[in-house]
């Protein structure tokens, strides 16, 4: 089901098992990134969620003022999901790949809740989310 499509962002729901598949097709205004990003948690958060993916391979660089609102006020929303697993889809592009590290291993931050993992194509992602279903 889809939820949202944007020139910029596709988010589809598949009830079946529980995913919730974000995807990036290019570049956005600071004020599209943020948006976006509030209405993916509310979406997780109020229809309970335990799976999602977020592919960031056509994701260009976010700005510094947007990689510190992530850091700042998007993560620590983001950690009180309801999520058992979130799969990260790499960008293409080397600086994006260098940021989404920086998101998923900064130090300086409180471990995810749940399960996180980084992968460089949708299948990998989604099976690794069906496979805790499984178990």
């Not at 079946?16 to 976006?36: D, N």
């Not at 109020?46 to 056509?58: H, K, Q, T």
């Not at 976010?62 to 697993?85: A, C, G, H, Q, Y």
């Amino acid at each position: 089901m889809v939820l949202s499509s944007t020139p910029y962002h596709h988010l589809e729901y598949y009830a079946a098992h529980k995913v919730i598949v974000s995807q990036w097709y290019g570049q956005c205004t600071s004020e599209e990134y943020r948006e976006t990003l509030h209405h993916f948690l509310h979406l997780v958060e109020s229809m309970g969620i335990p799976y999602a993916i977020s592919d960031r391979r056509l994701l260009p660089p976010i700005s510094l003022e947007d990689t510190r609102w992530t850091l700042r006020e998007f993560m620590d929303k983001f950690r009180r999901l309801p999520l058992k697993r979130f799969a990260f889809i790499n960008s293409f592009d080397p600086h994006a790949e260098k940021q989404l590290e920086h998101f998923v291993n900064n130090d300086k931050v409180i471990a995810f809740p749940f399960e996180v993992a980084v992968f460089e194509d949708l299948t990998s992602a989604y099976d690794w989310l069906m496979a805790a279903e499984a178990r």
